[in-house]
């Protein structure tokens, strides 16, 4: 057996930039990991059967899920048709929260999978096929604090921080956001303003690796937190506008957004102790709100076999 670690991620930056031929966006973001995970199991059972269960009812185990898309893709491209898995879903990341954690649980399926069947493929492989099944895969495989660009698949390096930062994760679990939804309603309101063209793009890109505060990413040159969907978003999802207003009222926080499509939202804290006292300050509102609170450390890496 084999037991594989998916963690979430939050947006420090989230840059609409334009749209592609495609018909997705093109983006400029940063992406980041934090110590909030799913665990994914695995049993070898060569019979041919892709099987998944979860903890949690009300996601599908179908082939609808990612980790089945993941495994049978990889599967596939073996060539070793005989191949069989039992899998089993532990879910700790909320679902519809705009933390990747469909798309970390493909990760990790993929990372899981070719280690457990003796598959060999490199780390640039598995990101290729990661690409494949959604736009925040490829990030998830090797995580921690990455520009993503593109549709948010293609990554470059960031100076590793030294420093241990934290973020107050919270977010309504009655309330979940559609990214599809989000992108077409940031398109309808926002379209006249993207930028049209390659170069333009470039420019946006060249900014970004050089904005001072991922140099690397540290306390004293706080990311400003943009996330182009927020505004979007926010106007038609009230979760979101009062998760942002309870966070504003901490004292502490160097900037507060809502992750990717929402409707999580966080706080970025200098370390885990001013974070885990914001959490404690910020309990009895949170509760009165129906919102749920995380504490997280940001981690250096993706997913990882755990055991
Ligand atoms: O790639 P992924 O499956 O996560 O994307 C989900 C949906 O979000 C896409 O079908 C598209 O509607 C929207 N999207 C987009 N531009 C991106 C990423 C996602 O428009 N860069």
Redesign the pocket.
């Known amino acids: 057996m084999l037991t594989v670690t998916a963690p979430a991620k939050v947006n420090l930056h989230l840059e609409v930039l334009g749209l592609r031929s495609d ?5 400029a973001m940063v992406m980041q990991s934090i110590d909030l995970a799913d665990s994914l199991q695995f049993t070898n059972t060569a019979d041919a059967q892709i099987t998944l269960r979860c903890d949690d009812s009300s996601l599908s185990t179908g082939a609808d899920n990612l980790v089945m898309k993941a495994a049978e893709l990889l599967r596939a491209r073996s060539g070793f048709n005989e191949l069989g898995v039992s899998m089993y879903l532990e879910k700790r990341i909320p679902i519809g929260a705009g933390l990747a954690g469909g ?1 970390s649980d493909g990760a990790a399926a993929l990372v899981g999978l070719n280690a457990l069947w003796g598959l060999g493929y490199t780390a640039e492989t598995l990101e290729s096929m990661a690409a494949e099944l ?3 895969v490829p990030f998830c495989v090797a995580g921690g604090t990455q520009l993503c660009f593109g ?2 698949e293609l990554l470059e390096p960031v100076p590793p921080t030294s420093e241990g930062l934290a973020v107050l994760l919270v977010k309504d679990p009655l309330v979940s956001v559609s ?2 939804w989000a ?2 309603r940031c398109k309808e309101r926002r379209e006249q303003d993207y930028l049209q063209g390659e170069m333009a793009f470039e420019q946006r890109r060249r900014d970004l690796r050089e904005a001072p505060w991922l140099q690397p990413l540290r306390a004293g040159c706080p990311p400003p937190l943009r996330n182009d969907l927020q505004v979007v978003v926010a106007a038609e999802t009230q979760a979101v506008q009062v998760s942002l207003q309870l966070l504003q009222t901490l004292p502490t926080p160097l900037a507060i957004a809502m992750s990717g499509s929402g409707p999580s939202c966080f706080a970025l804290f200098r370390d885990q102790d001013q974070c885990d006292q914001a959490a404690a300050d910020l309990a009895p509102q949170l509760k009165a709100a129906g919102l749920r609170a995380w504490a997280c450390s940001l981690r250096s890496d993706g997913v990882r076999i755990a055991s």
């Not at 018909?23 to 983006?27: D, I, N, S």
């Open positions: 018909g997705f966006h093109e983006l798309s959604g736009s925040d549709r948010g990214t599809p992108y077409q």
